[in-house]
């Protein structure tokens, strides 16, 4: 018999939070998109869900800032100063590569990545938690473009 996901208010309350209506909406959110979403994102998905309760960004980042340091949530600082969030609990460790032009998340798993912290823990004792990794460069379709962006012309994010 197969477990289905776990209610989002036994995850807040196995994560050591008191249950809000915030911290639920939040979670509700990144676990029905199962994408990389920023704050901004998230709340216009709540808001567009629940116009005639609204609640404001700024109790969105308090709620998402006290679920990441509880490992709910899991965030993706790029270079740009873009933060992304994502759903954690039910993930496994998976890895990501963010492009810099055109803010691109792609998802992938690295087995070299393991090899990776364990060479840094045999050289330097530091225990690296790497379960998570973060890559910035550029995503191949903008190297493509790369001769417009040369022209003057620039690469934009694309639409969510």
Do not use: N
Not at 48 to 61: F, K, L, M
Request: proline share 6%; net charge negative; hydrophobic share 35%.
């Amino acid at each position: 018999m197969t477990r289905g996901p776990e209610p989002i208010d036994d995850v807040i309350r196995a994560a050591g939070l008191r249950r809000t209506t915030p911290r639920a909406l939040v979670l509700h959110t990144l676990r029905s998109t199962r994408g990389h979403l920023t704050a901004s994102e998230i709340f216009e998905q709540i808001e567009d869900d629940r116009p005639a309760e609204p609640i404001a960004v700024s109790t969105v980042y308090r709620a998402l800032e006290a679920l990441e340091a509880k490992g709910v949530v899991s965030a993706l600082r790029s270079r740009s100063g873009e933060t992304r969030y994502e759903w954690s609990p039910e993930r496994p460790a998976h890895h990501h590569l963010i492009c810099g032009a055109c803010g691109a998340v792609v998802e992938l798993d690295l087995d070299s990545v393991e090899q990776l912290a364990r060479e840094i823990e045999s050289r330097t004792g530091f225990q690296p938690d790497i379960r998570h990794l973060a890559i910035d460069g550029i995503c191949e379709q903008c190297r493509g473009s790369s001769d417009s962006a040369v022209s003057g012309a620039s690469a934009t994010p694309p639409a969510r």
